[in-house]
């Protein structure tokens, strides 16, 4: 393939060394900056409600299988936020204040089984959400963290539908 030679009109000022950076980075397949903080922040968002569901679901659960999980399931999905928030304040981003539309639809689950079934749904939208665009990171340090959430992700949707598939009734 020819060597691409870019070259900015002569009647413009040259892009900054950021831009020009980050151009070169979309032409070879890359995330933009704003695409990646548009992705953090429906990550963000996502989590913030995987959070509330997790903590207000953990009471219900108590003395259920689904107590462990749900307890371990709220500190990931904290950890992410707090991950997901740090990324964006290096990309000196704004960050989403919502919670996910997910939190309300899920906690309108009466039957804790089917809102577990319903929240390891939501967790496996963020877990296909971060395969399709760790591909695209650049940042090695963004990618080392998304592929641990993604990872960690991976292990608790597995857990929960064990779970899940477990007896019914397995209380003490
Ligand atoms: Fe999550």
Not at 29 to 44: D, H, K, T, V, Y
Not at 131 to 152: F, I, N, W, Y
Request: net charge negative.
């Amino acid at each position: 393939m020819a060597p691409i030679v870019t070259k900015a009109p002569e009647n413009q000022p040259s892009s900054p060394a950021c831009l020009a950076h980050e151009a070169a980075d979309t032409y070879m397949g890359f995330a933009s900056r704003e695409e990646i903080a548009a992705f953090l922040n429906e990550l963000l968002e996502a989590e913030r409600a995987g959070t509330g569901v997790a903590l207000r679901s953990a009471q219900a659960a108590q003395g259920t299988p689904f107590a462990d999980l749900l307890h371990d399931v709220h500190l990931d999905e904290a950890r992410w936020c707090a991950m997901l928030l740090k990324h964006l304040k290096a990309l000196g981003a704004p960050a989403s204040v919502r919670v996910g539309p997910f939190q309300e639809k899920a906690l309108a689950i009466a039957d804790l089984r089917e809102r577990i079934a319903f929240l390891n749904r939501g967790q496996g939208w963020v877990a296909r959400k971060l395969r399709e665009m760790l591909p695209k990171v650049r940042d090695d340090g963004l990618h080392t963290d998304l592929r641990a959430m993604l990872q960690a992700h991976e292990v608790n949707i597995a857990r929960a539908q064990a779970t899940l598939d477990g007896p019914s009734d397995s209380s003490p």
